[in-house]
């Protein structure tokens, strides 16, 4: 396909996306299905400049004068795809595939820059509703923070310590460029690609065949090492999911003592079992999902309890920059109230002495900070453990400056520390 028509094909399956409402990997599949002639170079190109489009929706818009999927392809194309604003000027030529050509506005807008004093939510990408929470967070540094959330992101891995180390996957890995994270031990990350070039399919990797990695955002990993697992302890992940944290413990406990995994839906818990026996962890036992009675029948046994929240997940947009736009401010509370059931049961299952770690991957203060603040109004027998003491032993090193400015409780953004948006706080249970 020719680059007009690759435009033409992105501003058609956004369309889909946000005038359809359909999720941005169902549309840009259904369009693949639906146009068989185009090849993989095609499909990948297209999906980035979806994808680049919907991250820098508000500012791409704010420069064409229209928040059109037309308007939207064209001001993403020339970085998406690695060409000028006069090629892509050209490639809407009007023929069969391609968009009709550019108005003289649109053809200003794609060289244009946007204004000196350009409100946060547009230079920043993120909707105009949420300004007070990023700037409750982020205070003068909301647009910096919110364009770093619409950045390409890239790949990182977790090392499993149970199969491999950090320097055989460095090696296993060499030809796609991948690196030590900064911050996390264990972490290997595969820059993200430049232009129209596809991130390399590392799950297809035989060494991740044989269990030595998973794919794990470095704040991700810093959340689940910060929580404090070690060997012989009794932990509960309590919203495990797909696992990915409850892997990261065990690779840490290195297959001593007892991890129990939990979750409210079955279907987000299934894939845990094919990840489990290829990661080599044998302390995990897989509860019965959306068994309330039996989760709590455990009682307050653990030393870790791991709250990974269900959250409106605004740290991971620049790797789902279609939910960006389709959170809803109903969406806060909801989140909230659930966040808070998941907290009061692991309150309740901590033990004397033991630790509540809260995680979300969100940068909202509704979230995080307030959400901690008011369990500790509920909470009287637990206070907060700052992370800055846990760092040095946990994760090693100086503990970083947290994005928010909070001197006990963590928040990771990408324009501080290059990975998701993830919050974590340590909270700990008084001895009796
Ligand atoms: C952020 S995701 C977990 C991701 C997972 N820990 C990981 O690292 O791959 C949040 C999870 O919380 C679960 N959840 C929501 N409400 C819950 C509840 N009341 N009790 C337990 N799990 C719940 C959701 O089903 C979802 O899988």
């Known amino acids: 396909m020719r680059a007009g028509a690759r435009i033409a094909a992105a501003a058609e399956v956004l369309d889909d996306i946000l005038n359809r409402h359909r999720p941005a990997p169902a549309a840009l599949a259904d369009w693949g299905k639906a146009h068989r002639f185009a090849g993989s170079g095609d499909r990948a190109a297209i999906g ?16 064409m004068g229209a928040d059109t999927p037309r308007a939207l392809a064209l001001a993403a194309a020339p970085r998406a795809l690695g060409l000028t604003a006069e090629q892509v000027t050209a490639a809407a030529d009007g023929s069969e595939h391609a968009l009709a050509p550019l108005s003289d506005a649109e053809r200003a807008g794609l060289s244009a820059e946007l204004p000196a004093g350009t409100p946060a939510h547009i230079a920043g990408d993120f909707p105009e509703w949420l300004l007070p929470s990023f700037e409750r967070a982020f205070g003068p540094a909301a647009a910096e923070e919110g364009a770093a959330l619409a950045a390409r992101a890239p790949v990182d891995l977790r090392v499993n310590a149970l199969k491999a180390t950090q320097e055989k996957v460095l090696k296993a890995l060499e030809r796609y460029g991948a690196t030590p994270t900064a911050l996390a031990p264990t972490g290997v990350r595969v820059p993200a ?24 955002d470095e704040g991700s990993q810093l959340a689940a090492l910060l929580a404090g697992a070690g060997p012989r302890m009794q932990v509960l992940d309590l919203c495990a999911g797909a696992g990915g944290k409850t892997l990261a413990l065990a690779s840490v406990m290195q297959n001593t003592g007892q991890i129990y995994a939990y979750d409210a839906d079955k279907k987000q818990l299934r ?21 309330l009675a039996a989760l709590q029948a455990l009682g307050p046994r653990f030393d870790l309890v791991l709250v990974d929240a269900p959250c409106t997940g605004s740290g991971t947009w620049r790797r789902k920059p279609d939910a960006k736009w389709r959170v809803k401010a109903s969406n806060i509370p909801e989140r909230i109230a659930e966040q808070v059931s998941v907290l009061d049961v692991g309150a309740g299952l901590t033990k004397p002495g033991g630790t509540l770690a809260y995680v979300t991957c969100s940068v909202l203060p509704e979230e995080n900070r307030d959400q901690v603040a008011d369990f ?29 400015g909070a001197e006990d409780t963590l928040q990771l953004t990408p324009a501080r520390h290059a990975t998701d948006g993830f919050f974590i706080a340590l909270l700990r249970r008084h001895q009796q």
């Open 48 to 63: 980035t400049l979806v994808f680049d489009a919907l991250r820098r929706r508000a500012s791409l818009a704010a420069r």
């Open 193 to 216: 690609p430049e232009g129209a070039g596809k991130a390399p399919h590392l799950e297809a990797e035989t060494a991740h065949g044989k269990g030595w990695f998973e794919v794990q």
């Open 271 to 291: 894939p845990i079992f094919e990840r489990l026996k290829r990661a080599g962890a044998r302390n995990v036992q897989v509860l019965d999902a959306g068994n």
């Open 376 to 404: 500790l109004k509920r909470h009287a027998d637990f206070s907060v453990e700052p992370f800055t003491t846990a760092w040095g032993a946990r994760v090693g090193g100086e503990p970083p400056r947290s994005a928010d």
